[in-house]
């Protein structure tokens, strides 16, 4: 496919494959590499980084593993960045794809119902829902794709209005299909590529939410993020500086992946089906 | 006589970076006042010629390998940046196909005009206004003032034209670069320009390097001809040579692809499939797209919609076949009128009339490869799962493709491929009637002749009434039963060809006749009958 | 007249006298760090301990103690009570004035009484018991008791019942009242302005008294919401005076190693935070007592004083914190012993159901108690999972009882049966308030107990009774128990007389100043 060979010709972009790969790897073994869990109590508080090999990157103010607890916050970052995302993606180009299609008073509804969500300031009204609903892994994922949506909503309205004139379309509906297999079969395909780029970019947003949200204090209580673990480790950074360091930290490297990955796979958009004849 | 030529290019070759050659062994001059006319078809390499000369090939893709372009002596070749800089628009001008992504959509024509100056430093006497206003009146537009005043999108195709043509000549360039300037223009209004194009030359004494794929045009403007393909040049020579003894095989196909004029007696008379009732329409903004028009479409006909850009034929089409709505009238299609009928019956009859369109580029769906866009269709037309590829391979048969094609994707194909298999896609739905919306015109010109045939022997194949949207007379003339010329949503005339396109009939018809160039060689219109049937001596 | 009256009258005389010992300075101002941010300022609103450390200097009470528990002169300037204990008759300052000029009298103290004998949780307890209370003369006002309560002069602490303005709230309802909206108290600072979220600014009642105090210009309450943003505002000078229970721990032993800083732990005497959690012992499983014993031998309390307090706390033994009256140290401590846990939460019948761990930000040290919790129980294998709440929801929800546990600390008042006792009281068990018997014990053997012990007057009996108590509450883990907190107050040197009776910084500040 010539997206990967487009990934694989540049350098940044292979760092940024390796890295991610590591973090959806501990991501996805953890239960089976530390099987105790990130909340356990396993040696003294306080440890610092590289002084006991049991504990690599030392303890916190409990003397819960640091490593251990990344690896786990990673899992959650993951978990939650590709749920709500996938949820936004889809709600939204459902959305806007039926916006653009239909075009008209259908288009209108829609896209004043799009940006009433909008105008809401996006972090403000997560924190909301989440308060309301009580924060757990559902609700931070619901809330997340609900003030999400709205861009994907554009973006897929904005090229479904475009393909929409495209001829090959309207041979399409010529020929007898039905609108929703010529929105499927025909437009779908393809918009999917500046949909999966911006998919690729969300994912991030979606992790740096969750952050925030931990951060305030409305993460689920019950599992490990890497905002909690900065937000834990902010009572004692005078002390301890590595402890909301290193999650912060991670979360950097995740997001700067992904905008590498997600930049890459929009430069290998490729050209070639679109390209004319050259003369 | 033998004076020094302006533009002198001597074994020019264009390569790919890290490949293959493009263009190879390019010789050619153009002297001052002399127009010499670079002909090929699509893939020749013409156009890669004149960005060589400008020096805008884009550099990370392409790049001069061997060769001299030589200006008035100097080889450009070896100049900077600077002084190409400098020689662009003063001394070597070029104009393009489409005026409007050559012009600024967000400045008014008066900013990008004073650019021009600017850039060179040039300040001319009497100010830059009147000369601007001077070089506007010699391009004949009506209203200078308003023009300079205007934004791009403002002006009609050929104002826009006009006004790049007055910029490349703002300087007074001793070479103009003309690369298929009027290939997008209605036939009119390329007569006008190419008269332009003539009488700036003799006013000024510039030379023309001029492109096209038309060799009616080249009758018509040029001095020198040479002739292109596949990146090499096939021969050159003054143009009578050309057109009366030429040499290469490659080049009497180009001449022969201008069709003789042959326009039919015509008269069928089979009942009628499909009828326009005083359809109406009128767009957003008041612009009339459709006026009372009425029309019959008979079984089994090639009826000819003829008419320039504005009168209506695209948006005749797309009424009759339910892509646009008229705003009142009837069509009428075995005796119920369709625009009366709810949505869901519609839908049913849709299949009856298919569309192939101009473009096959577009009209195909690029991520699909063509046995799926074959497949697509015939599934949504009844056809049973385990027949399709069957049927598939049938229909790219019929079009006269080779069968491997069908599991490529449509980058792979030619144009000519394309078209053709948009012709499959259409007939994939079994339809009564196909309408081809300028569906050559996007072709090159070898490749006409076959696709003309090839409608030919569909329609007999198949039984199928074709609605044939053209602007070229010359093709109407000779392949339709019937024909109607269409202007500003009306329709003017209508009749057999020889009925309607003899000398005399109507005025606009004697309009677009005149308009065709190259009648000197190869006639059209009434002087080809006056002269008897057939062109000059080949 | 009593002999024991007259000698508290001229000793608390003596004491107020003595209590400046250098020469003050007039003028200054102080900044003393607060969190969280009290909803009001008006006496007895709010239950927050930061809304009493900024009332009390706005309003006052009739007594306050010092750090050995004995009664101080405040606005009442001497009292005495009759031979059988059931009159006691307060004489109140002359002197004293409103913040909008109306003298103080004696009717104020009539209506601070009909107001929180409804309002507050713990006069309310005794209010049955009171018969009535009038206004004798201007300046003399008399409490009539049906029954001797012996400690009477703890119920009257500022917690209990501070002094609010009669011609302002003796009509109406109180928390409805329109003059909430303007704090008038007679204390020696008014309120100048308060910035929401960032601090609120007492500046000095001119007509204190005799106007010779207090020695501060202004007072100002800076809000900061995390213990960082504290130590580092007590680090840079921009707060004078810091509290640990706003403070890190490891924070507090830094800051008061710096130069010029002075630490003590007194001015808590009184309040004794004792920190617990409070069970709901009628919701199952929690009803079961081996389930709630098992709760408690869980926890390594040492842990707990280490890890998650710093060592500024000491292991509980039980309901009755080590610092208040009638402590009885012979009670079950719940040594930390996980493997009786197991075999009690087995003996219990528990099924594994997910109970809730209710909490509130009100700082990490709590957040990471509340972490090791369930983590300790899990061991033992009791499914605890947390449930996140700002502190009004947290709040609310242990005033619904629709909790399953919650920590928190609460203050003792010295005498258990002021802060004590009505946590344990059957018929204290009213929902919609947080602030009684939250648990929902029911044992008409302990209320009989208690209020026996909270009515009799021989101390060395109410020391039995008291005992009996206790015992029969550790045995029955009606709460469990995590830690009695240690706050000491961190103060530059040049702060003086800051903390000077067992109410600490809950107390006048009147006598404060600052060496300029």
Request: proline fraction near 5%.
């Amino acid at each position: 496919m010539p997206i990967w060979k487009s990934l694989l010709s540049r350098p940044d972009a292979i760092l940024a494959l390796i890295l991610l790969g590591a973090v959806v790897l501990a991501g996805v073994l953890a239960p089976l590499i530390f099987p105790g869990g990130p909340w356990r109590m396993v040696a003294r508080p306080f440890i610092a980084p590289f002084t006991d090999m049991g504990h690599p990157l030392g303890t916190d103010a409990l003397g819960r593993d640091l490593a251990v607890a990344l690896i786990y916050g990673a899992r959650t970052s993951l978990e939650i960045g590709l749920v709500s995302t996938c949820a936004a993606v889809l709600f939204g180009t459902a959305i806007g794809g039926i916006a653009g299609f239909f075009g008209g008073r259908v288009d209108s509804l829609l896209m004043r119902s799009t940006e009433m969500f909008q105008t809401v300031p996006s972090f403000a009204l997560a924190i909301l829902l989440v308060a309301i609903y009580s924060p757990s892994l559902l609700s931070i994922m619901a809330a997340i794709a609900v003030v999400s949506w709205p861009p994907v909503a554009r973006l897929a309205r904005a090229e479904f209005l475009s393909m929409r004139r495209r001829e090959f379309v309207q041979a399409a509906l010529l020929s007898g299909q039905s609108n929703l297999r010529v929105a499927w079969s025909q437009i779908l395909p393809n918009v999917l590529s500046p949909l999966i780029v911006m998919a690729a970019l969300m994912i991030s947003m979606a992790i740096l939410f969750e952050s925030a949200l931990s951060f305030v204090g409305l993460g689920d209580p019950q599992v490990v993020s890497w905002g909690y673990l900065i937000s834990a480790g902010r009572g004692v950074m005078a002390r301890s500086w590595w402890l909301t360091f290193l999650p912060g930290f991670s979360i950097m490297l995740t997001i700067v992946s992904i905008s590498i990955l997600g930049d890459a796979i929009g430069d290998s958009q490729d050209p070639h089906f679109e390209r004319k004849e050259t003369e | 006589m033998m004076t020094d030529p302006i533009l002198d290019v001597r074994d020019l070759c264009v390569d790919l970076r890290g490949g293959s050659r493009i263009v190879e062994d390019i010789s050619l001059s153009v002297t001052p006042g002399q127009t010499v006319c670079l002909v090929g078809e699509s893939g020749s390499g013409k156009s890669m010629i004149a960005n060589a000369i400008m020096d805008l090939l884009p550099g990370s893709l392409l790049a001069v390998s061997r060769g001299q372009i030589r200006f008035h002596g100097a080889d450009l070749r070896l100049c900077g940046h600077r002084a190409l800089r400098e020689l662009r628009g003063r001394r070597i001008s070029m104009i393009f196909q489409d005026p409007m992504s050559a012009l600024n959509p967000v400045r008014r024509i008066r900013t990008q005009f004073d650019e021009v100056f600017s850039a060179h430093g040039v300040e001319p006497e009497g100010g830059r206004e009147a000369r601007m206003l001077e070089l506007l009146e010699l391009a004949h537009l009506p209203t200078p003032r308003r023009i300079l005043d205007a934004f791009p999108f403002e002006l009609s195709g050929g104002q826009r034209q006009r006004v790049m043509i007055s910029m490349a000549m703002a300087l007074n360039p001793d070479l103009l670069i003309a690369d298929e300037p009027t290939t997008a223009l209605d036939v009119t209004t390329q007569a006008q320009i190419l008269q332009l194009i003539a009488e700036l030359q003799r006013a000024f004494g510039t030379g023309v390097l001029f492109i096209t794929h038309d060799f009616g045009v080249v009758a018509e403007i040029a001095d020198r001809v040479v002739v292109l393909r596949h990146g090499k040049i096939v021969e050159q020579g003054p143009l009578d040579e050309i057109l009366r003894a030429p040499r290469a095989a490659y080049t009497r196909t180009l001449i022969d692809a201008v069709p003789a004029w042959n326009p039919r007696a015509g008269g069928l008379s089979t009942p009628a499939l499909v009828s326009a009732r005083a359809l109406g329409k009128v767009f957003k903004g008041g612009a009339t797209a459709l006026d009372e028009v009425s029309m019959d479409l008979l079984a089994g006909e090639t009826l000819g919609i003829v008419g320039e850009s504005g009168s209506g034929k695209s948006t005749l089409a797309k009424c009759l076949i339910g892509l646009e709505e008229p705003d009142h009238g009837g069509i009428v299609m075995d005796g119920t009128d369709i625009t009366a009928l709810p949505a869901a019956q519609k839908r049913l009859r849709r299949h009856r009339m298919q569309m192939v369109f101009q473009d096959p580029t577009a009209a195909l769906n690029p991520r699909h490869m063509i046995g799926r866009t074959l497949a697509d269709v015939l599934k949504v037309n009844g056809c049973a799962r385990p027949d399709l590829r069957a049927r598939a391979l049938a229909l790219l048969d019929d079009v006269r493709l080779d069968r491997r094609l069908i599991d490529r994707f449509p980058h792979e194909l030619s144009g000519g491929q394309r078209q053709r298999v948009c012709i499959a896609r259409a007939l994939a739905a079994n339809p009564e009637v196909l309408i081809a919306d300028e569906a050559l015109s996007a072709l090159d010109v070898s490749v006409q002749k076959q696709m003309l045939a090839l409608f030919q022997d569909l329609k007999e194949a198949r039984d199928l009434a074709i609605l044939f949207i053209t602007h070229d007379l010359r093709v109407a003339a000779e392949i339709c039963d019937h024909v109607v010329v269409m202007r500003h949503g009306g329709v003017v005339a209508r009749g057999t060809p020889e009925a309607v396109l003899a000398a005399g009939r109507h005025p606009y018809v004697e309009e677009l006749l005149a308009a065709i160039p190259g009648q000197d060689w190869f006639p059209a219109g009434g002087a080809a009958a006056a002269r008897g049937a057939g062109r000059c001596a080949i | 007249m009593r002999l024991r009256t007259v000698i508290c009258a001229v000793f608390a005389a003596t004491v107020a006298m003595a209590a400046p010992i250098s020469a003050q300075e007039r003028g200054g101002s102080l900044k003393v760090a607060l969190f969280p941010e009290p909803p009001t300022v008006v006496a007895g609103l709010s239950g927050l301990g930061s809304a009493s450390i900024v009332s009390s200097k706005i309003y006052e009470a009739l007594v306050t103690y010092d750090t050995d528990l004995n009664p101080l002169p405040w606005l009442a300037t001497s009292w005495e009570t009759s031979e059988d204990g059931l009159v006691w008759t307060f004489n109140l300052a002359e002197d004293a004035k409103w913040h909008d000029g109306t003298p103080f009298t004696a009717a104020d103290v009539v209506t601070s009484y009909q107001v929180f004998s409804v309002e507050n949780d713990r006069l309310k307890l005794i209010s049955a018991k009171i018969d009535g209370v009038e206004a004798v003369t201007e300046h003399q006002v008399r409490f009539i008791l049906k029954e001797s309560i012996p400690s009477f002069i703890y119920m009257m602490n500022y917690g209990n019942l501070p002094i609010i303005p009669a011609h302002l709230y003796a009509a109406g309802n109180f928390r409805e009242n329109p003059a909430n909206a303007t704090p008038i108290g007679t204390g020696a600072f008014k309120v100048a302005d308060w910035e929401k979220g960032s601090y609120i600014h007492l500046v000095r009642f001119e007509d204190y008294r005799d106007g010779s105090r207090p020695y501060l210009d202004d007072l100002y309450f800076v809000t900061i919401p995390d213990a960082q943003g504290v130590a580092v505002a007590f680090e840079e000078g921009s707060v004078d005076v810091a509290s640990a229970s706003n403070l890190e721990g490891f924070d507090v032993a830094r800051l008061s190693a710096m130069d010029g800083v002075e630490r003590t732990n007194h001015g808590w005497e009184m309040l004794a935070p004792h920190g617990f959690m409070w069970v709901n012992t009628q919701k199952a499983p929690l009803d079961r007592v081996e389930l709630r014993q098992a709760l408690n031998y869980a926890l390594d309390k040492d842990f707990i004083r280490d890890v998650v307090f710093n060592g500024l706390a000491t292991p509980p033994r039980g309901a009755f914190d080590s610092r208040t009256k009638f402590f009885d140290a012979g009670v079950n401590a719940y040594a930390f012993d996980p493997e009786k846990a197991r075999d009690l939460v087995a003996a219990s019948g528990y099924d594994g159901a997910v109970l809730k761990l209710s909490t509130a930000p009100v700082g990490s040290a709590w957040a990471r108690l509340a972490e090791y919790e369930v983590q300790a129980w899990k061991e033992v294998g009791i499914n605890v999972e947390l449930d996140n709440n700002d502190v009004g929801g947290y709040l609310k929800k242990l005033a619904e009882r629709s909790y399953d546990l919650g920590n928190i600390y609460l203050y003792q008042y010295g005498d258990p049966s002021v802060g004590v006792t009505r946590n344990f009281y059957s018929f204290n068990d009213v929902p919609g308030s947080p602030w009684n018997n939250v648990g929902r014990y029911v044992n008409p053997e302990l209320d009989a107990l208690l209020t026996q012990a909270d009515a009799v007057n021989d101390p060395a009996e109410r020391a039995a009774l008291y005992a009996k108590a206790q015992q029969i509450i550790a045995d029955d883990a009606v709460q469990v128990w995590t830690a009695e907190l240690q706050f000491p107050t961190l103060y530059r040197s040049r702060v003086r007389n800051l903390v000077t009776t067992a109410l600490g910084l809950s107390d006048s500040f009147a006598n404060v100043w600052v060496e300029q």
